[in-house]
Structures are given as structure tokens and as C-alpha cells.
């Protein structure tokens, strides 16, 4: 399957509800968390293509893990309370949280403006929606976009992390999202730009998985559990590309 136009017939009313990944999706803060993962990086050879192959969606200690073993380098985990260094794979996750913060405090954030039309889309139409991230940041990255009350439900990597839910690629941050908005997953919309993202929302059975090429790659977002792949939200929203999906 080749194709990354949306299909025609996608509607975001016919469904009940929609699960938002937060970078890369609703704000471009994948490009600071990547620049932060080079900074931490610089002496590995890191380059966007091991961003996106072992870091992109997944919790940040699972993405020290995921690079480092793909440079065949292991360290002891620690623990989160670790300072943020380069002796073990917390000090390492912990360090690149400080850089981000850095990076987002200095440059700020706004959304996308096709997110942020889809999220009007929502509201005007009274269908419920959550963030569901990874990332330890989403409020601070919420807040810093204009949109910290937005959204009553945010699953993100510190209700994980508390409530010891499985992170990216495993549903279950997705699945405890739908349940505190009161909905189904079979009746709800996934919207994801990681492979890992796209996989969760496949595994969770959810009614459609978007995929939002941000680099990944139409064809592999598609390989991994996309229902369909575009390059942004608002090709989704009335008098937007409605070429359908090659068979």
C-alpha cells in the first residue's frame, strides 16, 4: 500500500471519540525532544534516523535503553531519582528531560495550526477527546502551547509511571484513555506520527489509527497499524485532500 492521501469518506463525527498523540501531533515538540536526544547523543554518531527507529513514542528511559543497545553499549538502569548524568540509563533519560526543558523553556511552542482547527472540529461537534503521551512533559508542553485546559483527560508518562501502566507500543495508555473519556475503542479515532504510536493504537483494537508522517514514513506507519497516513491534521478537515488510499 502506497498511497497517503486520506480517505474520502473519513469524518471525524461519525466516530465517539479521539485519542491525540501530543509530539509531532498536536505541537511540533517532537523536533525539540529530538534535538535534546542529539545533545545527550552528540558522541554516538546520533542521527534523525535513530530518533525515529528507537526513540520516537516510546517512554524516555525505554528510548536510552533502545539506543544504547543499538550501539551495543549497556548500562545499569539506576534509578529515576538519578542525577542527570551519563553513568546509567536513568542519568541519561534524566539528562535529556533537562536539556528539553531548556530547549522548550527558551524557544516555546505553538501548536500545529491543522491540530488546532481539528480540536475546534471536536469541541463545535461534542466529541470527547484525550492526549495520550509518553512523554513526563505533556503538561508543561500543554501549558506552553496555550492548551493546558483543553483537555480534562491527559494519560501521559507520569500517570504511567504512578499507575504502572504499560507504555508505547503496548495499548494500554490508549486504553485507559478511552475508558476515562467513556468511550469504546472500536468507536474511536487514534491520531499518532511514531511507529510505536500507531502500533499501540493496531494492538488496542481502536476503530481508526491515523497515521501524521512527520518523518517516519507513510509506508511504515501503514506497516505498523495505520488505517490510513497523512502529512497533516488538516488535510482531514472539510475542503481538504480526499484522494483515496492505493490498493
Request: charged share 25%; proline share 6%.
Amino acid at each position: 500500500m502506497t498511497g497517503i492521501a486520506p480517505r474520502a469518506d473519513f469524518d471525524w463525527r461519525r466516530h465517539d471519540g479521539v485519542l491525540f498523540d501530543l509530539d509531532g501531533v498536536i505541537t511540533p515538540t517532537a523536533e525539540i525532544h529530538e534535538h535534546a536526544w542529539g545533545e545527550l547523543f552528540a558522541d554516538f554518531d546520533y542521527t534523525e534516523a535513530d530518533y525515529l527507529r528507537y526513540i520516537d513514542g516510546k517512554p524516555r528511559y525505554d528510548g536510552v535503553r533502545s539506543f544504547l543497545a543499538s550501539r551495543n553499549v549497556t548500562l545499569p538502569d539506576g534509578d529515576p531519582a538519578d542525577a542527570p548524568g551519563t553513568d546509567t540509563v536513568c542519568a541519561m533519560g534524566n539528562r535529556k528531560n533537562e536539556l528539553f526543558n531548556v530547549i522548550l523553556e527558551r524557544d516555546g511552542i505553538a501548536p500545529y495550526p491543522g491540530s488546532l482547527a481539528t480540536l475546534d472540529l471536536l469541541d463545535e461537534a461534542a466529541i470527547p477527546s484525550a492526549v495520550v503521551s509518553s512523554s513526563k512533559n505533556a503538561g508543561r508542553v500543554l501549558d506552553a502551547a496555550g492548551l493546558g485546559e483543553r483537555f480534562e483527560v491527559v494519560v501521559d508518562g507520569l500517570v504511567a509511571a504512578a499507575e504502572h501502566i504499560a507504555g508505547k507500543p503496548a495499548p494500554d495508555m490508549y486504553l485507559v484513555a478511552a475508558r476515562r473519556i467513556g468511550v469504546a475503542p472500536d468507536r474511536s479515532v487514534v491520531v499518532e506520527d511514531a511507529v510505536s504510536g500507531v502500533a499501540a493504537g493496531a494492538a488496542g483494537g481502536f476503530g481508526v489509527v491515523i497515521g501524521v508522517d512527520r518523518g517516519a514514513g507513510a509506508d511504515t506507519l501503514l506497516a505498523h497499524g495505520a488505517t490510513f497516513v497523512v502529512d497533516d491534521l488538516a488535510d482531514l478537515l472539510p475542503g481538504g485532500p480526499t484522494t483515496e488510499l492505493d490498493a
